[in-house]
């Protein structure tokens, strides 16, 4: 086809080669030795280390808090969307602004942070010890922390899509006689079903690989406050190589399966499973 | 006998914005009473506080003779079509209808049997079970007028109805509009800015601009006997002269202008003459008749239907006259050509700023 014809034809075939190289360095190939690095002793080791007691418990803790952080979100982060879209009131500029924080506060920051505030010397902390509630190093403070750190995904996938949608099809639905709840749940949910789901699964992954806040709220106790990112970190440092990567190997996966469950549920975002 | 709808005094403003400055408004009931303004003369804004979608600052709504403050939009008995359609996209047709019907815990049977026969009456039963997506526009608002209309409300708001159809289907769905209006006697207020629109649809007609009414009449009478400049200007094509009354007649320099309306003050008066391009007569030039004014043709524009020619008159005014195309100067009337200028009839309004010059027609 005469490809290489003119200059056009180099760059372009330059930067693709770039492109293929970079993926090549930065994702594949250590991806692929991750891989190796699990089954280096063979695949019935790689299955004993993810059968491990404590293996087992931070992947059940690791779902189980993604799954919670992404129900609280959806409550509140559809709420705040909805504040933001659909009402106007002093400071919303700003209430839309602080939304984002939590992506640009690193995560061991927000989490010390909570740690400070929740913390057996912190003043909430203290509250909350004299009423024999614990947060810190327990389920709550580690709940608080991915919560906190993964706020941003519902708002913003809940919100692009609101604003999209009219308002006219609530007001038609009140001047039929609907309750506010009634508009809700057979209007506006249905609506934003899209960004919901959305949010839901960029929450539930980012929440699947939370460390930064989670090392400081956790107290990183095994068979306790011990998520799978944190469990890699500890076996790696006391030399566990094989059980680091198995658990390694089994996060990456579900990331990669969730980013592609994520395109095909999502119009819009290129692909061929486009339905506009 | 009480209007079914009276709105009294009504303002409304968006931040340091007047929108509405007090309008009043009657509509009696079973008529239909059509809203005409430019974009943004506060015209939607009026309707949704009617429906009470939207709060106000001052003044009331009364429905049926009962006080709506305080009452939310869902408890007022008042049908609302978007022009936007705002249907719910997931349900089809029947869903759709039977949406409001539904919200008031009636049960799936007896929901269907009204929806399918407000379908019929908009004449889409053949669609019931598509999706409301797969409909054209024109499909779409007749659906949309059905589900205003299955829960029986003693009120129908129109909000530019037609305003996002192409032309051939807005001018059907215009007549299906006023016969599904009549056929169910429903007291009905439309908004539009098209001025046709709201001459068929409407009764009377309320011309409406920077938040206040500038009248609201019939048609017939808002046409001819425009009450101010702007309806006047807003409402068709007027050539607005200074003039003065005369003898029941007001005269624009020596232009003769037998009245439509009532004239406006006695001899010497001074008023604005409004005249309607088709009331203006052009004949051959030469032995000029009383009553007319020579001019200079400046253009004349083939419209189809009607010749379109600009005037240029001897006494330094400008006139714009429609002529039909049968009239028997319209095959030849061309760019320079010298005539003699008539008018048929016009109305005026008061001109307090205009000079009273009593000595002009002695």
């Known amino acids: 086809m005469g490809r290489f014809r003119n200059i056009d034809g180099l760059v372009r075939w330059g930067l693709f080669a770039s492109a293929i190289g970079l993926f090549l360095l930065l994702i594949l190939l250590p991806l692929v030795s991750l891989n190796q690095y699990a089954v280096r002793e063979g695949v019935g080791v790689f299955w004993d280390r993810l059968k491990a007691p404590e293996a087992l418990y931070a992947l059940r803790l690791t779902a189980v808090i993604a799954l919670a952080a992404t129900a609280v979100n959806a409550v ?4 705040l969307a909805f504040m933001l879209t659909r009402y106007r009131f002093p400071g919303r500029k700003a209430l839309n602004a602080l939304v984002d924080i939590p992506l640009a506060i690193p995560t061991v920051v927000t989490g010390f942070a909570l740690l400070l505030l929740y913390g057996p010397l912190g003043p909430a902390g203290r509250f909350f010890s004299e009423r024999n509630i614990q947060i810190m190093f327990s389920f709550p403070g580690l709940l608080l922390g991915h919560v906190f750190v993964t706020f941003p995904f519902m708002v913003r996938a809940v919100g692009a899509v609101l604003e999209s949608v009219p308002r006219s099809g609530e007001d038609a639905a009140r001047t039929l006689g609907a309750k506010e709840g009634q508009v809700f749940f057979l209007v506006t949910l249905p609506a934003i079903r899209e960004g919901l789901v959305a949010g839901a699964f960029l929450t539930f992954s980012r929440s699947l690989g939370e ?4 090392i400081m709220v956790s107290g990183n106790l095994v068979g306790r406050t011990q998520t799978a990112p944190l469990y890699i970190f500890s076996r790696f440092n006391t030399g566990d190589v094989e059980g680091a990567s198995a658990i390694a190997i089994l996060l990456a996966l579900a990331s990669f399966l969730i980013l592609l469950v994520l395109q095909l549920v999502q119009p819009g975002t290129g692909g061929k499973g486009e339905t506009a | 006998m009480i209007p079914h709808l009276a709105v009294a005094e009504l303002r409304k403003s968006f931040g340091s914005k007047e929108v509405l400055a007090g309008v009043s408004l009657e509509v009696r009931a079973g008529e239909m009473l059509a809203i005409l303004g430019p974009s943004g003369c506060g ?52 869903e759709n209808i039977a949406f409001g019907l539904r919200v008031r815990g009636m049960d799936t049977r007896g929901r269907n049997g009204k929806a399918d026969a407000m379908l019929g009456l908009v004449g889409l039963s053949e669609e019931a079970d598509r999706p409301v997506d797969r409909l054209s526009g024109g499909q779409r608002q007749r659906v949309a007028l059905a ?8 009120l129908l708001l129109l909000d530019e109805p037609l305003s996002a159809l192409d032309i051939k289907v807005r001018e059907r769905l215009r007549r299906e509009i006023a016969s599904v209006q009549k056929k169910v006697g429903i007291t ?29 009449a019939p048609a017939r ?14 409402v068709g094509e007027a050539n607005i002269l200074p003039g003065q009354m005369y003898k029941g007649f007001a005269y624009a320099g020596s232009l003769a202008i037998r009245m439509v309306g009532n004239g406006a003050g006695g001899d010497g008066s001074p008023v604005r003459v409004i005249l309607r391009p088709e009331d203006i007569s052009v004949h051959p030039a030469g032995n000029g008749e009383a009553g007319r004014v020579r001019a200079i043709v400046g253009s004349a524009s083939f419209l189809g239907s009607h010749l379109r020619v600009e005037l240029a008159t001897e006494e330094g005014y400008a006139l714009t006259a429609l002529l039909l195309r049968s009239h028997a100067m319209a095959g030849r009337i061309s760019r320079g050509d010298h005539v003699s200028v008539g008018a048929l009839r016009g109305s005026v309004l008061p001109d307090p700023a205009g000079r009273r010059d009593p000595e002009y027609f002695l």
Do not use: C, W
Not at chain 2, 53 to 58: A, H, I, P, T, V
Not at chain 2, 196 to 210: I, P, S, T
Not at chain 2, 221 to 229: I, L, N
């Open chain 2, 221 to 234: 009478e808002v046409y001819q006997d425009p009450a101010t400049e702007f309806v006047a200007r807003f």
């Open chain 2, 43 to 94: 015209k939607s804004t009026l309707l949704r506080i009617v429906a009470g979608l939207l709060d106000k600052n001052g003044g009331s709504v009364r429905i049926a003779g009962k006080d709506v403050d305080g009452v939310p939009a869902r408890n007022r008995g008042v049908g609302f079509v978007f022009q936007d359609y705002a249907l719910f996209p997931r349900m089809t047709v029947r």
């Open chain 1, 211 to 214: 460390f930064g806040a989670s």
């Open chain 1, 76 to 79: 509140i982060g559809t709420a």
């Open chain 2, 188 to 216: 009905t207020l439309v908004v539009t800015h098209d001025q046709q629109e709201a001459m068929e649809l409407g009764d009377r007609v309320a011309v409406m601009n920077e938040g206040r009414f500038e009248q609201i």
């Open chain 2, 147 to 154: 589900r205003a209309l299955a829960v029986s409300p003693s």
